[in-house]
């Protein structure tokens, strides 16, 4: 199998703050890849960059083979990169249903083909009984299942996951891991970034470890977790 996603040297930096900084790693069809790091490491600068929110300062991106540093947003989404954010950002005054239903029409041109591909998505993450409340008066937990939902109802081949455990309970924490672990089997490669360090470990099928930029440690996570620059990086120095 080819390579889905190849990060090659890519830097980004802020003024004098280099946040991402010769950033390598790939990641391979049905990976569930767990991104981790302190505060502050990159993380979420490393998904903007991949997702086309932001571009490089420097180093290459390619999607299944082809050169896709800097793209915009919405041509990463066509070519199938969606991603959710740390914090949500539903249409607050669009009803639950309605903000699935946008993202479906990046894949379905009549709106019975994007309601039927919502409403699957609905039901798959346990939104089936919120579907015609506003988004507005969804709890946390339900708001982050909210924007895990705005993602695959674009149906990625590759989806970026920033932080979708934080705020939850820990049934949440246990449903949501459920679901996350199911992605890949439906075809659906997936690069997660969680500070619930127990969820990701158990799920993921390696680790890329980030610290001040640079990556720090790479491998299967009980091996990642034993590693003492990781320990390190953790604890503080
Ligand atoms: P993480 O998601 O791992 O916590 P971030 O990618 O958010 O880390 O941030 C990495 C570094 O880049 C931090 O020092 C942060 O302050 C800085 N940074 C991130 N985004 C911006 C921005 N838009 N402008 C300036 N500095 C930024
Ligand atoms: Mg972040």
New binding site residues.
């Given amino acids: 199998m080819s390579t889905l996603l190849e990060v090659q040297d890519v830097s980004?930096t802020?003024?004098a703050?280099r946040?991402?900084d010769n950033v390598s790693f790939k990641v391979q069809p049905g990976e569930l890849l767990g991104l981790i790091?302190?505060?502050?490491?990159?993380?979420?600068?490393?998904?903007?960059l991949v997702a086309g929110v932001?571009r490089p300062s420097g180093g290459q991106i390619r999607l299944d083979g082809a050169d896709v540093t800097g793209w915009k947003s919405h041509e990463m989404a066509r070519a199938g990169v969606a991603r959710t954010f740390?914090i949500p950002k539903p249409y607050r005054q669009l009803s639950v249903i309605e903000n699935v239903m946008i993202s479906a029409f990046l894949r379905e041109r009549s709106v019975t083909a994007a309601r039927d591909l919502a409403d699957a998505t609905l039901t798959d993450l346990g939104l089936a009984p919120y579907r015609d409340r506003p988004a507005s008066e969804l709890t946390v937990g339900l708001l982050k299942r909210l924007e895990v939902a705005r993602a695959l109802a674009m149906r990625p081949k590759l989806v970026l996951f920033?932080e979708i455990m934080a705020g939850l309970t820990p049934t949440e924490v246990g449903a949501m891991t459920e679901i996350v672990a199911g992605l890949p089997a439906r075809g659906v490669t997936v690069i997660w970034?969680e500070h619930v360090l127990y969820a990701i470990m158990k799920t993921a099928t390696r680790m890329v470890v980030?610290n001040r930029?640079h990556v720090i440690a790479e491998g299967a996570p009980a091996v990642v977790a034993r590693d003492p620059l990781v320990v390190k990086a953790y604890l503080g120095e």
């Fill in positions: 980004r802020f003024g703050t946040a991402v790091g302190p505060n502050g490491a990159g993380k979420s600068t490393l998904f903007n932001m740390q920033d970034v980030i930029g």
